[in-house]
Antibody
């Protein structure tokens, strides 16, 4: 079965760029959308954006100016870059597979375990 | 942008209780709604998609209903494993962005 694993630095300095990678195992990254979601400590879920395996993207308008999501099909990975981070970007970051078909719409059916990123000097 | 609200924000219940959580959208989203369960320190888990379709492997005590702007998640007989936070998530085909509701925490009465 498909499994997702987030990886990247757990500590990022303010004003720098947060970079995370999600590795997909047990299945192909092709033919699906892939998403990043985050959860600040003690708060709810916030959708960051998604990418189709072909490279097309869609981002949360509130983060759009700072977010880039990319995909590397040869490595079965997709990545998140969030620039100019502040303490407000401290959160658990999840990657997820987005299932889509015309009859059921979009929903996130497989999730990684999440990785904690702290923004601090 | 479509906004999502959930009520109540916290719900205290006992094992065996019937529990209902409501999710409302600021404009019609047809049936494009999913429900997730999240336990402390864990990733969310998909329960329901397209408002009322049960994800494979999810117990039948969970059910979803609604369309347009008002949706409900019902747990017919609350079990000890069900104490968690529940989130709704919308997708609208005219604005293909996702939005989560603020969550409903179900705790022990």
């Amino acid at each position: 079965q498909v499994q997702l694993q987030e990886s990247g630095p757990g500590l990022v300095k303010p004003s720098e760029t947060l970079s995370l990678t999600c590795t997909v195992s047990g299945g192909s990254i092709s033919s699906y959308y892939w998403s990043w979601i985050r959860q600040p400590p003690g708060k709810g879920l916030e959708w960051i954006g998604y990418i189709y395996y072909s490279g097309s993207t869609n981002y949360n308008p509130s983060l759009k100016s700072r977010v880039t999501i990319s995909v590397d099909t040869s490595k079965n990975q997709f990545s998140l870059k969030l620039s100019s981070v502040t303490a407000a970007d401290t959160a658990v970051y999840y990657c997820a597979r987005v299932y889509y078909d015309i009859l059921t719409g979009y929903y996130m059916d497989v999730w990684g375990k999440g990785t904690t990123v702290t923004v601090s000097s | 942008d479509i906004q999502m609200t959930q009520s109540p924000s916290t719900l205290s219940a006992s094992v065996g209780d019937r529990v209902t959580i409501t999710c409302r959208a600021s404009q019609s989203i047809s049936s494009w709604l999913a429900w997730y369960q999240q336990k402390p320190g864990k990733a969310p888990k998909l329960l329901i998609y397209k408002a009322s379709s049960l994800e494979s492997g999810v117990p039948s005590r969970f059910s979803g209903s609604g369309s347009g702007t008002e949706f409900t998640l019902t747990i017919s007989s609350l079990q000890p494993d069900d104490f968690a936070t529940y989130y709704c998530q919308q997708y609208n085909s005219y604005s293909p962005l996702f939005t989560f509701g603020p969550g409903t925490k179900v705790d022990i009465k």
